[in-house]
C-alpha cells in the first residue's frame, strides 16, 4: 500500500537539533549556582527527555529538600536565555531534509517536551521560518506521552 504523507511533526532535542551541549553547560551551571556538584555529559544524556524538572530533580543530589531542588529548577529556566544556546546545532542532514519536504508542500511542526518558551527561543534562533507549528510543555500542552499536543498541532 503506497502512502502519501503530507505533513510532519518532529520532536526537537536529540531528533532535529543536537542540543546535549547546551544542555551540559545550562544544567552545571545552574547546578553551580546552587552549590551542588556538576555532571557529566553522559549522566545529563541519561536524565533527558522528560522536560526540564525531570532533568534536574535527577541531576541535583539525593537527599535534598523538596524546595532546594524547585530552586534548581527556576535557576535552570532563569539561565536557558541568557546562555543562548551557542553550542546547539542541527543534526547533519535535517536542514536538507526539512527544505526536500517544504518543496514537496508538505506541512511541518515541532512538538517537545522542552518548556515552550524555550522551544520558540531555539527555533527560532537555528531554524526560523521552518515550521507552521511549535508546541513544547505549558499549561495546556502536557507532557508526551499525553496525546494533547500532538492533537493540538495535527488540528493546527
Same mark, same amino acid.
Given at each position: 500500500?503506497?502512502? @502519501? /504523507?503530507?505533513? /510532519?511533526?518532529? @520532536?526537537? *532535542?536529540?531528533?532535529?537539533?543536537?542540543?546535549?551541549?547546551?544542555?551540559?553547560?545550562?544544567?552545571?551551571?545552574?547546578?553551580?549556582?546552587?552549590?551542588?556538584?556538576?555532571?557529566?555529559?553522559?549522566?545529563?544524556?541519561? /536524565?533527558?527527555?522528560?522536560?526540564?524538572?525531570?532533568?534536574?530533580?535527577?541531576?541535583?543530589?539525593?537527599?535534598?529538600?523538596?524546595?532546594?531542588?524547585?530552586?534548581?529548577?527556576?535557576?535552570?529556566? @532563569?539561565? /536557558?536565555?541568557?546562555?543562548?544556546?551557542?553550542?546547539?546545532?542541527?543534526?547533519?542532514?535535517?536542514?536538507?531534509?526539512? *527544505?526536500?519536504?517544504?518543496?514537496?508542500?508538505?506541512?511541518?511542526?515541532?512538538?517537545?517536551?522542552?518548556?515552550?518558551?524555550?522551544?520558540?527561543?531555539?527555533?527560532?534562533?537555528?531554524?526560523?521560518?521552518?515550521?507552521?507549528?511549535?508546541?513544547?510543555?505549558?499549561?495546556?500542552?502536557?507532557?508526551?506521552?499525553?496525546?494533547?499536543?500532538?492533537?493540538?498541532?495535527?488540528?493546527?
Amino acid at each position: 500500500m503506497d502512502r @502519501d /504523507f503530507d505533513t /510532519f511533526i518532529f @520532536d526537537l *532535542d536529540g531528533t532535529l537539533l543536537d542540543t546535549l551541549p547546551d544542555l551540559v553547560v545550562l544544567t552545571n551551571a545552574a547546578l553551580r549556582t546552587e552549590g551542588y556538584p556538576e555532571r557529566t555529559e553522559a549522566e545529563i544524556l541519561s /536524565f533527558v527527555g522528560n522536560g526540564v524538572k525531570a532533568l534536574m530533580l535527577q541531576a541535583v543530589p539525593e537527599g535534598i529538600s523538596e524546595e532546594a531542588a524547585e530552586r534548581a529548577v527556576g535557576r535552570w529556566k @532563569d539561565l /536557558f536565555p541568557v546562555l543562548d544556546n551557542n553550542l546547539t546545532k542541527p543534526y547533519e542532514g535535517v536542514p536538507e531534509t526539512l *527544505d526536500e519536504l517544504r518543496l514537496r508542500g508538505c506541512k511541518l511542526g515541532v512538538l517537545s517536551n522542552k518548556f515552550d518558551a524555550g522551544v520558540r527561543e531555539v527555533m527560532g534562533k537555528h531554524m526560523p521560518g521552518v515550521f507552521e507549528v511549535m508546541h513544547g510543555e505549558c499549561a495546556e500542552i502536557p507532557r508526551k506521552p499525553d496525546p494533547t499536543g500532538l492533537l493540538r498541532t495535527i488540528a493546527e
